[in-house]
């Protein structure tokens, strides 16, 4: 078993079986040998990957609410955060967004090696996602990692979370940067303001989670089409 993997879900009130590490094992298994067939990852040493990909994930657990929870991750990639969320909490329903058609087709592949019945995997773009009733407003919680800018992510994510959900950004040293220039996307899509919190990841230290509550409604006009707001940040 992983100790900075079950010292990090502890400390958020997690205990990881040696199932879940054996799941999560399997999961870097699968990624490092799909990688050699299209680009999921630039992380291909495994100790590496143990920290700055399970490890980076699991440093969100602390402030996903406990009990049952529907969540998004957008932008899924590789599956990072999205499936090692769905390994340590089961009791999550998580949807990873994925637009690439082949990454899609991955995380569908993986999710069922796994056993993850509670994973599920969208092929659509976020806009898109964030436009369709059934979705849109529809999840608790919104995670994203490494997609983009800030200002970006709030568009893409916010419209995802029902009033009262919140969504979770994992940056790294910019994050200060990109926070005032996101404000008005962030006040414009129903947001509230942002809190950041320390990932507390070792060897990383200016990895930082942004918390931002999902205080109103999300104007209709959002998020807008991809061929509308391509380079047009908000």
């Known amino acids: 078993m992983n100790p900075l993997w079950t010292e990090i879900a502890a400390r958020a009130g997690a205990m ?95 999710a069922g090696e796994l056993g993850l019945s509670n994973v599920h995997v ?9 436009r369709d009733p059934k979705w849109r407003e529809s999840f608790d919680v919104v995670v994203v990692r490494a997609v983009g800018t800030l200002n970006w992510l709030a ?23 990109e926070l005032p220039a996101a404000e008005h996307a962030i006040r414009l899509v129903g947001g509230g303001s942002p809190d950041v919190h320390p990932a507390n990841l070792p060897g990383a230290d200016n990895h930082v989670i942004i918390e931002i509550a999902k205080t109103d409604r999300t104007p209709k006009a959002y998020p807008r089409p991809a061929s509308i707001a391509k380079g047009k940040p908000l």
């Open 122 to 130: 969208s092929d659509a773009r976020a806009e898109d996602v964030g």
């Open 16 to 110: 990881l079986t040696p199932p879940q590490h054996d799941q999560l094992s399997r999961y870097l298994e699968l990624l490092f040998s799909a990688n050699q067939r299209m680009n999921l990852t630039r992380i291909i040493d495994r100790e590496a990957a143990e920290v700055h990909h399970v490890g980076d994930a699991l440093t969100m657990l602390g402030h996903i609410p406990p009990g049952k929870q529907r969540v998004a991750d957008v932008g899924s990639g590789g599956g990072v955060p999205g499936v090692p969320l769905a390994i340590a909490r089961p009791d999550l329903e998580l949807v990873l967004i994925e637009s690439t058609k082949k990454k899609a087709l991955f995380l569908k592949s993986a």
């Open 155 to 177: 568009e893409w994510c916010l419209p995802l979370v029902k009033r009262g959900g919140r969504m979770l950004a994992m940056k790294g040293p910019k994050a200060a940067e």
